[in-house]
């Protein structure tokens, strides 16, 4: 059974650090692009950071600097380290992974999905 599943959300004041994990089973996740996508009420889908199988990253401009993605293929898990955490970075997370190399930027793109884990950032 093919499977994405998120965790590491939570609720953190401003400035502190989170890391999310995007754990695959039934498919190894070293052979797939993933994207991290958010989502915040009222607002659509929105591409977060990127991480190609032969490395190359993207970063929402928003986010860089601050947030870095990153794999472990022994795990077969991606992992999204964020850092000096904003309100406006408030929202539901999502992983998912396509069958190319390389990224893409629209959440139709992706063949797989994880459920999303809820990061809330607030004081």
């Known amino acids: 059974q093919v499977q994405l599943v998120e965790s590491g959300g939570g609720l953190v004041q401003p400035g502190e650090s989170l890391r999310l994990s995007c754990a695959a089973s039934g498919f190894t996740l070293d052979y797939y692009a993933v994207h991290w996508f958010r989502q915040a009420p009222g607002k659509e889908r929105e591409g977060v950071s990127c991480?190609?199988?032969?490395?190359?990253?993207y970063y929402k401009d928003s986010v860089k600097g601050r947030f870095t993605i990153s794999r472990d293929n022994a795990k077969n898990t991606v992992y999204l380290q964020m850092d000096s955490l904003k309100p406006e970075d408030t929202a539901i997370y999502y992983c998912?992974?396509?069958?190319?190399?390389?990224?893409?930027?629209?959440?139709?793109?992706?063949?797989?999905w994880g459920q999303g884990t809820q990061v809330t950032v607030s004081s």
């Open positions: 998912a992974a396509r069958t190319r190399w390389y990224c893409g930027t629209e959440p139709h793109q992706y063949d797989y």
């Open positions: 991480l190609s199988t032969t490395g190359t990253t």
